[in-house]
């Protein structure tokens, strides 16, 4: 099975110093802990996309503060090739409640950036990590 093409992922900060990280039930992610976000439609943007997906995916409606960075990942993992180049975006909630798209994804959970599972999907680790690092650059020591 291969898994490639132009994707999306969301930070979503919550007090204090939480992110949500979603555990997918779906190849090539399933048991892994990820950002919640998805592949890229004809026709969208990349923002639209991230909107679109983690709407699905968690019932949160969010606003797009920045973009984190672009990615590209490949390689093999479980038996999924994987090529593909995420956008990965800061956003913050305006409205919903926090539910699972029952399709797709197993659980949700918020961790402190402490307690990060080791189990994270793919780049995620290192987009979370560039995150932190920008903010910790911007902010001193505010990490959320």
């Known amino acids: 099975m291969k898994f490639a093409g132009r994707t999306t992922t969301a930070i979503i900060?919550?007090?204090?110093n939480k992110i949500l990280l979603i555990k997918r039930?779906?190849?090539?992610?399933?048991?892994?802990?990820?950002?919640?976000?998805?592949?890229?439609?004809?026709?969208?943007t990349v923002?639209?996309?991230i909107v679109?997906?983690?709407?699905?995916?968690?019932?949160?409606d969010v606003k797009i503060v920045?973009?984190?960075?672009?990615?590209?990942?490949?390689?093999?993992?479980?038996?999924?090739?994987y090529d593909y180049?995420?956008?990965?975006?800061?956003?913050?909630?305006?409205?919903?409640?926090?539910?699972?798209?029952?399709?797709e994804?197993?659980?949700?959970?918020l961790f402190s950036v402490s307690e990060l599972p080791e189990i994270l999907a793919f780049e995620h680790a290192q987009m979370i990590k560039d995150y932190l690092a920008k903010c910790r650059r911007n902010a001193g020591n505010q990490v959320l």
């Open 85 to 103: 180049y995420p956008a990965c975006f800061l956003v913050n909630v305006v409205g919903g409640e926090i539910r699972r798209q029952e399709s």
């Open 13 to 16: 900060p919550f007090s204090p």
């Open 52 to 60: 679109r997906e983690v709407k699905e995916e968690t019932g949160l």
């Open 47 to 49: 923002e639209q996309t």
């Open 25 to 44: 039930r779906t190849v090539p992610f399933c048991g892994f802990w990820a950002l919640p976000g998805g592949r890229v439609d004809p026709g969208e």
């Open 66 to 81: 920045r973009k984190i960075g672009e990615y590209h990942e490949q390689g093999v993992q479980d038996g999924v090739e």
């Open 105 to 109: 994804i197993d659980e949700i959970k």
